[in-house]
């Protein structure tokens, strides 16, 4: 479908003006109307606004395109739109909007994906984009939008005939969320290709599926391979090709050189069957790095929904135990039972402990997952039930997602000479077996032995310091609180503030959960302060952070600890510290085991208390916020980041 066809004169504005991203949107979304393709604004509208809060549909270069498939769209459309001003739009790269399209497409079809896919090749052209936003009249800017969308079609019938002797480039580009850094790479990667002489196929993995498919005699004709993805691609049908493999953003900027070392006679042959060979974006050192940080983000990425709805049903049960039970009147061992007591509150709890108790497991399972495929799915799980269920908690849990994968490629090449009729039972009997087996030992008997042994020794140093200086005491407990969030040095500072609180020392008990609820809070504020610090998505989960914080669930703040550690950590630790030293110093005390600023009524001197918590907070944000470097300063592993923000679809 052309753009000329779904572009009418009436839904185009060249001197649009708005002061918000919502008014500019509402502006497009009247242009729509006027070009009578919906037959309900409101429906329509609403769908628009669903996808932008899914994330921003701003793609950088001043130019936006969001877009709303429902059943109000009676035809496909587009609405266009010049802001000579600009307007703010949360884009990838920080700038405001100068070129808006807004796509409307029909419920059940793909054509909002098909129009994203075309104007993201076409606007990639900084000559077009400058027309574009310089065009005076809707005559002139349909005019200049239906030329290149024939340039970009047409030329394909009047290019010279093509030198079989030059060398032929094959390129795979994906990005996990959507298509807009797909399409551009590919566009970038064809151009300079072409340029330089070369023969050249794109296959593009976006959220329309696989196009322009590589065949096997075109794989086996290539000459250099480049696969431009920060998403899982299938990559051993390239064995024995020189092949290239670099993050999404790189073939958008880097295009040239990605061609040039895909040819280099020094890049060595790919191995496939998950074996090593493979050249990446930086040289040898900078390949294992991406390679540990890429498993990392997919076991983050599929724990994270775990960590956010159990989280918040949990912080929901305190909420409600909070206002319908008085804890004064309780005895010791009902307070224990916090969350649990009203029968709403039980339920949330329950549920909501469900979802919270398979954060580590996913976290761990999926680490695994991306380094051995599908393989290392049940090993990765089982590594992290485990370290879930014993002493080694988020740490362990990490440490056996990597070991899990690794174990499976090792399996994978101990059964890579076996005969070819068992080809068949690899992955449904012998890798999981020995997978399982294996990671099960490892944890069991070198793991969390010496973990337990840790928390032993922490829990023998803290009752050897309590009494003799309070300050120290609450300061030293409570950064360790947030010091692995959820691992041996968290499980010993909250068993001896429980243990504590049952000997009636309630102030160890209240530095320590503030210590907890500092770190998301931290980290919501730094969201919000240093929003060129973290991606769109990052910002997204501020609000959560809050809740969670607020509820005493530390672990709202373990994916920003384990994309960041060098940097969250530290900054989580320094407030968390402050904020207990500060509790000990006010005569802080608490009654309850759980439920943070939920159980304000057991808490002694709470306006203090609250002065505490505010006070490590904005310390922990400040750190924070003036020690992670910009996004757009990053360099390799930030592409992730970087395409997650700006996914159009």
């Known amino acids: 479908m052309k753009i000329k066809d779904l572009l009418a004169y009436e839904a185009i504005d060249v001197q649009a003006s708005a002061s918000t991203k919502e008014e500019i949107i509402n502006k497009a979304i009247d242009l729509m109307v006027k070009s009578g393709k919906i037959n309900n604004r409101e429906a329509y509208a609403k769908k628009v606004f669903e996808r932008e809060e899914e994330s921003t549909t701003g793609v950088g270069m001043g130019i ?142 976006g959220s329309g599926g696989a196009k322009n498919v590589l065949t096997a005699a075109e794989i086996a004709e290539a000459d250099g391979i480049v696969v431009a993805a920060d998403a899982k691609v299938p990559i051993d049908r390239f064995d024995g090709k020189r092949l290239i493999q670099a993050p999404v953003s790189d073939g958008i900027h880097k295009p040239e050189e990605l061609i040039a070392r895909s040819l280099d006679p020094n890049t060595p042959l790919f191995k496939g069957n998950g074996a090593a060979g493979a050249d990446s974006a930086g040289g040898e050192k900078e390949s294992g790095w991406r390679a540990v940080y890429t498993s990392l983000m997919n076991g983050v990425s599929h724990m994270l929904p775990f960590v956010i709805g159990g989280g918040l049903m949990i912080a929901i049960s305190f909420l409600i135990d909070g206002f319908f ?12 039972l916090f969350g649990t007591i009203n029968p709403a509150a039980a339920f949330f709890k329950n549920v909501g402990g469900l979802a919270f108790g398979l954060m580590l497991p996913v976290l761990a399972g999926y680490i695994s997952e991306a380094i051995a495929d599908r393989p290392g799915l049940a090993p990765g799980f089982i590594g992290g039930l485990i370290a879930a269920n014993g002493k080694s908690g988020f740490l362990g849990a990490l440490l056996a997602g990597f070991l899990a994968g690794y174990l499976v490629n ?105 210590g907890g609820m500092v770190p998301p809070l931290a980290i919501a504020l730094a969201t919000y302060l240093f929003k060129d610090r973290f991606t769109e998505d990052e910002r997204k989960t501020g609000p959560t952070n809050v809740i969670m914080g607020l509820a005493f669930i530390t672990e709202g703040a373990i994916p920003f600890a384990a994309s960041d550690p060098l940097h969250v950590l530290p900054a989580c630790v320094v407030g968390s510290a402050l904020a207990g030293a500060l509790s000990e110093l006010f005569g802080c005390t608490l009654m309850a085991p759980h439920g943070g600023i939920f159980v304000v009524l057991t808490i002694g001197n709470p306006l203090m208390y609250i002065v505490a918590l505010i006070a490590g907070t904005i310390a922990g944000a400040l750190i924070l916020g003036f020690s992670k470097k910009k996004i757009a300063a990053k360099t390799a592993p930030a592409a992730d980041e970087e395409e997650t923000v700006a996914a159009a679809a």
């Open 64 to 205: 936006a395109i969001p877009h709303g498939r429902d059943a109000a769209v009676t035809k496909a459309g587009l609405a266009a739109m010049v802001i000579p001003d600009g307007v703010e739009y949360a884009s990838l790269d920080g700038q405001p909007v100068h070129l808006l399209f807004l796509i409307a497409a029909p419920e059940g079809g793909s054509v909002h994906l098909e129009v994203l896919a075309k104007l993201s090749r076409m606007l990639m052209d900084e000559t077009l984009n400058a027309n574009l936003q310089n065009a005076k009249t809707a005559d002139e800017f349909l005019q200049i939008l239906t030329d290149a969308e024939t340039a970009l079609e047409g030329p394909a019938e009047e290019e010279a005939p093509v030198n079989t002797n030059a060398p032929f480039i094959l390129a795979v580009t994906s990005c996990p969320n959507g298509i807009a850094h797909t399409y551009m790479a590919a566009e970038n990667i064809e151009k300079k290709a072409k340029e330089l002489g070369y023969r050249v196929k794109v296959e593009t993995r």
């Open 325 to 336: 039970v008085d804890m004064n009147s309780l005895e010791e061992a009902e307070r224990a």
């Open 410 to 514: 090792l399996c994978k090449k101990m059964c890579s000479k076996l005969p070819a009729s068992l080809e068949g039972i690899k992955p449904m009997l012998i890798y999981p077996l020995l997978g399982i087996a294996l990671i099960g030992a490892i944890m069991v008997y070198l793991v969390e032995p010496p973990v337990g042994w840790l928390n032993t020794q922490l829990n023998f140093w803290l009752e050897s310091l309590n009494g003799s200086s309070g300050v120290l005491l609450g300061a030293l407990l409570a950064g360790m609180m947030a010091l692995d969030m959820g691992g041996p040095f968290n499980k010993a500072a909250y068993v001896f503030g429980t243990a504590s609180l049952a000997a009636g020392n309630y102030s160890i008990m209240a530095a320590v959960m503030i």
